[in-house]
């Protein structure tokens, strides 16, 4: 089907957020209250901070302050591929922290098993398989690259099967496929919308006070306590933890290490039996392809195929604005490619189209903080990959703020901070430059240019 004809009934929003289960919002804040922790951001990583606070300590006193609605943004709309790993991919990890990437490694591999074992203990219907992740080669360059990677990765005791042609399209039926990798416990797939929400429920049944519609304009350091002030009220804190993703940062520091970066996705109708059959994909793992600029897809409970990623698109200037949240150039570019890859399912319409904005910064991993003389801690900058990780910055956040010393806490990853972006133009053009040269890259079997060799060196990237 031609892409404009399969995208023409798309609903200009995110699928998951489109769900009989949200539940109704929380009353918003009115009047001044007091709290011993106060959460700043209803995402992953503020549920997660609240919920494992009280986890740790039943008796603390925990505020959530949610600007909007909890869930709406990146943790609402994502691909939901929780990963193991914290740093963005193991090469990543390697190239920056190569003395601690088995402990990074481990410790990812704990932190998803402990998702896994909070969603059942909190009985969070939220879809969740254990499934893993298929990485696809479209391109001989792209084989040679993982199996540069694989001896390496293996001895790091990550468990994956090496497919060739054959073995991968008997897993998931893509005449483009020529090998790739099935990583077995790296990633688990879930509903991310449905996840959030359960992460708030198991908050509210441990006590956690929760408002949402509740922005906070500013904070202060009043030296006895943390006030944050809210269009109707305060709250005086003894700590704040900040999970507030991209948006504009109550501490200013932070507006150097991130811009947003905004990615984009589509839904497809429900598969039926005999499209299923066409495509395989019995063992419904998460699939990414292996090009710089790559694509993400996965399966739904309902065996719809959610396809995104990509274009990954810096705005001139830096701003979020709720129209950058669609981009018809980008879902038709995504439809096409969709078709490519999947040719057997060319009767297949798209129901929902969407894009929503990540916390990039240069080292693609997140980053972490304390401010105020330790009653503050933050953790952003998750560059796309921050359903897992975000439990463990919430961890970090915790470890940071009780003044413990933790291996968490001991971790060079940790302790550093990414290079910080240049100030605008500069960052704009900067940022457009690396962008150009990915995709040349991808044209020129993976070769980097001399562009991102410096940057390279420099441990300055750009990605999603
Ligand atoms: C299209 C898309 C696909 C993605 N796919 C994946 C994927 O498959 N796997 C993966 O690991 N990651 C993925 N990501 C990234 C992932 O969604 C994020 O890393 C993660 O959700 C970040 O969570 P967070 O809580 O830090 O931020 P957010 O979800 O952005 O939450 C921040 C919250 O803070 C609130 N807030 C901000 N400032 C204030 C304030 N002053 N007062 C009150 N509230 C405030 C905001 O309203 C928001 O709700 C994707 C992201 C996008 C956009």
Not at 20 to 32: D, I
Not at 229 to 248: D, E, I, R, Y
Request: proline content about 5%; glycine content about 10%.
């Amino acid at each position: 089907m031609d892409p404009l004809k399969a995208l023409a009934d798309a609903e200009r929003k995110p699928y998951w957020l489109d769900s009989p289960a949200k539940p109704e919002p929380l009353p918003r804040l009115f009047g001044n209250t007091t709290a011993d922790l106060a959460v700043v951001g209803g995402g992953f990583s503020g549920l997660w901070t609240a919920l494992m606070a009280k986890e740790r300590d039943p008796s603390l006193d925990v505020v959530l302050l949610e600007g909007r609605r909890i869930g709406w943004a990146a943790s609402g709309r994502n691909g939901g591929f929780a990963m193991a790993t914290l740093t963005h991919g193991i090469a990543n990890g390697l190239e920056r922290w190569p003395e601690e990437i088995s402990t990074l490694e481990r410790l990812g591999v704990t932190n998803l098993d402990e998702i896994g074992e909070a969603v059942a203990r909190y009985d969070i219907d939220c879809g969740y398989e254990r499934t893993g992740e298929l990485h696809v080669a479209t391109e001989p360059w792209q084989l040679e690259a993982m199996s540069e990677h694989a001896e390496i990765t293996h001895e790091l005791g990550v468990r994956f099967d090496i497919l060739d042609q054959e073995q991968i399209r008997a897993e998931v039926n893509s005449p483009t496929y020529i090998g790739g990798q099935w990583e077995r416990d790296g990633c688990a797939m879930l509903d991310p919308a449905r996840l959030a929400w359960g992460l708030r429920q198991a908050c509210l049944s441990l006590g956690v006070r929760i408002y949402e519609r509740t922005p906070v304009r500013a904070m202060k350091d009043s030296q006895v306590s943390m006030d944050l002030l809210t269009p109707n009220g305060t709250v005086k804190a003894g700590k704040v933890a900040l999970g507030t993703g991209v948006f504009q940062p109550l501490l200013r520091r932070l507006k150097h290490f991130l811009v947003p970066v905004y990615d984009y996705a589509l839904m497809t109708e429900p598969l039926s039996a005999e499209q299923m059959d066409a495509v395989g994909w019995h063992n419904r793992q998460g699939v990414g392809d292996s090009a710089n600029q790559f694509h993400y897809y996965r399966l739904t409970d309902d065996n719809r195929i959610l396809w995104g990623g990509y274009d990954a698109v810096y705005y001139n200037g830096g701003k979020i604005k709720p129209e950058y949240e669609q981009r018809d150039e980008t879902f038709v570019k995504l439809a096409e490619h969709f078709s490519v890859t999947f040719p057997q399912l060319s009767e297949l319409r798209f129901t929902h189209k969407w894009g929503g904005v990540i916390d990039t910064c240069s080292r693609f991993s997140a980053f972490y903080g304390q401010a105020h003389g330790g009653r503050l801690a933050y953790a952003a900058g998750y560059t796309g990959m921050g359903v897992g990780a975000t439990r463990f910055g919430a961890n970090v956040m915790l470890d940071l703020l009780s003044g413990e010393r933790t291996e968490r806490t001991e971790l060079r990853m940790v302790q550093e901070k990414p290079v910080p972006f240049p100030p605008e133009p500069v960052r704009s053009a900067g940022i457009q430059m690396t962008r150009w040269s990915i995709a040349q890259a991808d044209l020129h079997q993976g070769r980097r240019n001399l562009w991102l060799r410096t940057l390279d060196r420099m441990g300055l990237g750009f990605d999603s």
